[in-house]
Nanobody, 114 residues
Framework: QVQLVESGGGLVQPGGSLRLSCAAS????????VGWYRQAPGKQRELVAR???????TYLFSMKDRITISRDNAKNTVDLQMNSLKSEDTAIYYC????????WGQGTQVTVSS
């Protein structure tokens, strides 16, 4: 069973930065696609960034110039660096791992407000 534990969310002012981290249990991390999704109140969950096992990266178009996803297969971690944050980035951010099934973290709140 895969467990995902997120950290790094919080309150940040517009224009600020946050780095989200996700630590995964299990031995198949390097074979999995991992990424981050977000869900704002009243909206559907959407993909923010994803990195495949071969390193291919996918980004949400509206954020692609402000975010970077990275993974460390030795540590079983995936990070999301977010810069120039906007109020519309406020959401719960979820870590996701895809390997034969979908696994989700519990979510971490990101609030962008002055």
């Amino acid at each position: 069973q895969v467990q995902l534990v997120e950290s790094g969310g919080g309150l940040v002012q517009p224009g600020g930065s946050l780095r989200l981290s996700c630590a995964a249990s299990g031995s198949r991390f390097s074979l999995a696609a991992v990424g981050w999704y977000r869900q704002a109140p009243g909206k559907q969950r959407e993909l923010v960034a994803r990195i495949a096992s071969d390193g291919t990266e996918t980004y949400l178009f509206s954020m692609k110039d402000r975010i970077t996803i990275s993974r460390d297969n030795a540590k079983n971690t995936v990070d999301l660096q977010m810069n120039s944050l906007k109020s519309e980035d406020t959401a719960i951010y979820y870590c996701n791992l895809q390997y034969l099934a979908d696994y989700w973290g519990q979510g971490t709140q990101v609030t962008v407000s002055s």
